[in-house]
């Protein structure tokens, strides 16, 4: 049988232990808090970064497109004076119909400043292209966004749950997000 004192000892050792514990795990539930906390931080300043780029290739999606149309527009509008000069020649008198031919010729052909008319065609065509693409970069980083998005709620839930599984499935939606921004950014997407 135990003596008092022995059974004290061993009761305070006891005690001595599940406060260590006890310690111990507010230690490591603390740290692992902060962990989170900077990845919140870390995956914010992602967001705002791919933001910021999306973004600007979004606006970069309206000013080619806005150009091309502007474009295509001018290159219509010096068609139709084209076809009305020729459509003029066939009833103007001969001397008049050389200068109308050859001025509706003028409108088509190449010349320095790129304004014929095939010469507006390539460049509204490029102008559109180009707009394309920046679109659909623009829309790649919209889904990366949305990832780091859902990664910050999600390590908010792993926060409140203390889950490591579901800061782990945070820090993998993050990863692909910043995969396809990187991507994108690297324009290794089609």
């Known amino acids: 049988m ?3 004192s022995e059974a004290h000892e061993l009761i305070d050792e006891a005690i001595e232990r599940v406060e260590e514990a006890e310690a111990k795990a507010r230690r490591d539930e603390r740290m692992f808090r902060d962990r989170l906390s900077l990845l919140v931080g870390l995956f914010a300043v992602l967001l705002a970064v791919v933001h910021l780029v999306g973004a600007g290739y979004l606006r970069e ?3 080619d497109t806005i150009r091309a149309s502007d474009t295509y527009n001018y290159m219509q509008a010096k068609k139709i004076r084209q076809a009305v000069l020729q459509v003029g020649a066939l ?3 001969a001397p ?3 200068r109308l031919l050859a001025e509706a010729s003028a409108l088509g052909a190449p010349d320095a400043k790129g304004h014929g008319i095939g010469q507006l065609q390539a460049a509204a065509d490029k102008l559109s292209e180009d707009g394309v693409k920046a679109g659909a970069a623009g829309e790649h980083y919209e889904w990366a966004e949305t990832a780091l998005q859902m990664a910050i709620v999600l390590l908010s839930i792993a926060m ?4 490591r599984m579901v800061a782990l499935g945070a820090c ?8 396809l921004a ?3 950014y690297l324009h290794m997407l089609g």
């Open 172 to 179: 993998v939606v993050a990863t692909g997000g910043t995969a």
């Open 91 to 93: 009833s103007a008198p």
């Open 96 to 98: 008049d119909r050389a």
């Open 160 to 163: 409140i749950a203390s889950s």
């Open 182 to 184: 990187l991507a994108t």
């Open 61 to 63: 999606n309206v000013v």
């Open 2 to 4: 135990l003596e008092a």
